[in-house]
Every structure is written in C-alpha cells, then in structure tokens.
C-alpha cells in the first residue's frame, strides 16, 4: 500500500521485529480520510490474530463516516520512547506502522474470538467474566479488522558499548 521508501532507511526494523512491537503494544492509532478529504487520527485499544489488526468500537461516529467513505487505513504503534542529550537533543524511540483495508467483521465466532482476544490482552485477570459480558453487548458492539498488508518500524536506540 505504501511504496515510498523510508527517508532512515538506517534505522529501519526487520519486519519480524516490527510485527513483534505491533503485537506487543499498549494502545494504537488508527488514521483514516474522510469524505471532506481531512486526515483524522484516533487512539484505540486493539489486539493482533494472524495477519489483522482488530478493534471495537461503536457503530457510528467520525472513525467509522470516514471508514465508510475509504476503507484504506494506516495504524501506528509507539513503543519504548527516550529523550536524551546524547552531544544533541534527540530521542530514542521505536515505532511499528501497518496499512491495509478495513472491514466490519460479519461472522459472529470471529467476532467473538477477537472481543475475548481483547480481553486476554488488557484484562487477563478476568477472564471468568469476560464471556458474559462479550454475549451481553454483543448485539450493540462492531468489530473492525483492518487486513495488514505492508508492514513497517523504525527505532532509533543506543548503540551497546563496544
């Protein structure tokens, strides 16, 4: 999807290690276009199966106006961050970036492996409750998954002492 190539192509991630941070992240944002051609960005809790990155959400609001208009997104994931005074002022940093097609998830038993993924995510120690409350909102709950199709990262770190 994206095919300019990165300006630091030295400070580039292995993909493996991009997927690894992706998977691994606390919160995400999701960037979409809207009808009025203005960018918008929204932080979403989210969680990773296979090759898709899923999300709830509600079933109307700006994020999903704009998923409707173009389904083509980018999601980005901050790691570990630094600033330092290292001879200048810069930051170390790491970043995992993925682009691809959104869609509403149909089946039911994917909807419901992605909500109960989410919870083993952020709430594992409640996992007993996490069934009923999944089948209790499940009517009124939209699940996206956005089919990762280029994937990408960028760290600037500390080189070890040699």
Do not use: Q
């Not at 290690?17 to 932080?43: C, H, I, N, S």
């Not at 999944?134 to 939209?142: C, D, E, P, Q």
Request: glycine share 6%; net charge neutral.
């Amino acid at each position: 999807m994206t095919s300019r190539p990165m300006r630091r192509a030295d400070r580039a991630m292995p993909d493996a290690a991009a997927r690894e941070l992706l998977e691994k992240g606390e919160y995400g944002f999701l960037a979409t276009v809207g009808a009025d051609g203005l960018p918008y960005g929204v932080p979403l809790s989210y969680v990773v199966l296979e090759n898709r990155v899923y999300f709830h959400s509600a079933r109307e609001g700006r994020k999903i106006d704009n998923l409707l208009h173009c389904r083509d997104a980018a999601f980005t994931v901050v790691g570990e961050t630094e600033p330092v005074y290292a001879k200048n002022f810069t930051t170390w940093y790491e970043s995992a970036m993925v682009f691809g097609t959104v869609s509403e998830v149909a089946d039911p038993d994917e909807k419901f492996r992605s909500l109960y993924a989410l919870a083993e995510k952020y709430l594992p120690d409640h996992l007993d409750k996490a069934e009923r409350d999944i089948r209790a909102s499940f009517a009124k709950t939209a699940v996206y998954r956005l089919e990762i199709e280029t994937i990408t990262g960028k760290a600037k770190k500390p080189r070890p002492p040699v």
